[in-house]
């Protein structure tokens, strides 16, 4: 039996930190980017929206013309790709040439995570897949520990700029990682029926595409609808912190961070006791994280009460981008998981992108107060849709 592949899922993990912390930079400086910018907070927030926009326009198709190329120099790539953007970013005189960086950079992001959830999966055997998805996402919830609270407190010590030259630096270092480091896999073994034009006309032909499609369908729209909700709140917690919970600002890094280390109790809970059943953690994870909404919702000027609800928050949904790629690649058959990584990568990005704008919207509209009761309805449907999930999963099991 093979090893188990700790120190390639360690360096894709690495990889995903590098490129979740790229992307979300701007949470933890709103206040301080739109004043250097001279523009509106909501307007500061379009450039999560630039971002996940770009992710959503070019994922799948990028995905689709680089799907031939090998991973392992296609990762290398995309992470210097995300490394300029980023050094572009935090040299920008203006918020136009900011938003421009924010999109190319989001271009390569689209790739990478067309790639990065499939490259884990391909490195084990099945049933080793949720352990490695687990290990691989991980990056991402460090990325909320450590990145963005550290991103947070270098950018009020030495300004704003400062964390996009920071992140940009590390990316370059992260590419040179990669590859040395990871593994190299043969993915276009898996290419005949998902990609292969002549072999995909004769399966439509005869009518028999890939079972697992409606599964993974709903899966992406369960992935898209959570993240509206969360990022109509999240792209906005450093506003939301300093005005209804009135944390000063100098502390606003600080209660990042816990949030993160509260993300990455999730990510050991999701590992730990959902490796196997991620649908039953998923369910649990969203009664929490709405739970924990409510009551930031309702106590936000009560800190103890507050303060406890964001740290039960950053637990509860620490667990769901770890099993929600986990159930992806469980009910996704091998022939289509890159093509299911890019439309999953589009789904969660296209939640990112039109969460910050509805975020934006309300609260111009009416308020921080409003933005947790978005994310309540958003977390109701999602619990909708995966309540309907294990029918697909079953006619899938049955084709």
């Known amino acids: 039996m093979k090893p188990f592949p700790w120190g390639g899922l360690i360096v894709l993990s690495l990889a995903v930190f590098l490129s979740v912390t790229a992307e979300m930079i701007p949470t933890g400086l709103l206040p301080e980017m739109s004043a250097g910018l001279g523009v509106s907070e909501s307007q500061t927030g379009l450039l999560i929206s630039f971002f996940a926009f770009a992710v959503v326009l070019t994922s799948v198709p990028l995905t689709f013309l680089f799907r031939r190329v090998p991973r392992h120099l296609l990762l290398m790539f995309v992470l210097i790709v995300i490394a300029l953007g980023s050094v572009v970013g935090g040299l920008a ?30 490195l084990v055997p099945k049933e080793q897949i949720g352990r490695a998805v687990a290990i691989t996402t991980g990056g991402g919830t460090l990325a909320f ?13 030495l300004g704003w700029r400062a964390p996009f030259l920071g992140i940009g ?32 006309r004769r399966e439509r032909r005869r009518g028999k595409l890939d079972p697992t499609v409606p599964v993974v369908a709903l899966i992406c729209m ?17 506003p939301f912190l300093i005005g209804s919970m009135g944390v000063p600002e100098g502390q606003v890094g600080l209660l990042l961070l816990i949030y993160g280390l509260a993300g990455a109790i999730g ?53 769901i981008p770890t099993l929600l790629p986990t159930r992806l690649m469980h009910a996704a058959s091998p022939a289509i998981r890159d093509s299911a990584s890019a439309f999953y990568s589009t789904a969660f990005n296209a939640g990112i992108g039109v969460g910050a704008l509805v975020g934006g919207f309300f609260l111009d509209a009416l308020g921080l107060g409003s933005l947790p009761w978005i994310y309540l309805l958003a977390l109701a449907l999602g619990i909708a849709l995966l309540a309907v999930t294990p029918a697909l999963t079953r006619r899938a099991q049955r084709s």
């Open 93 to 122: 005189p203006n918020f136009e040439v900011l938003a421009g960086a924010r999109i190319v950079s989001g271009m390569a992001h689209g790739v990478f995570w067309g790639v990065v959830g499939a490259y884990s999966a391909h």
């Open 222 to 238: 369960l992935v898209a609808v959570v993240m509206i909700g969360n990022y109509s709140f999240y792209t906005y917690i450093a």
């Open 145 to 157: 520990v450590l990145g963005v609270p550290l991103a947070t407190t270098v950018g009020h010590a």
């Open 267 to 319: 990510v050991f809970t999701a590992g730990a006791l959902f490796g196997r059943r991620p649908a039953t953690g998923l369910m649990i994870s969203l009664a929490a994280t709405g739970a924990s909404v409510l009551l930031l919702a309702v106590f936000a000027a009560n800190p103890v009460i507050a303060i406890g609800a964001f740290f039960v928050w950053g637990i509860a949904f620490g667990v």
């Open 169 to 200: 630096a590390l990316a370059l270092l992260g590419s040179v990682m990669i590859w040395m480091l990871l593994p190299r896999v043969d993915h276009r073994k898996h290419l005949e029926v998902s990609t292969d034009t002549a072999a995909l």
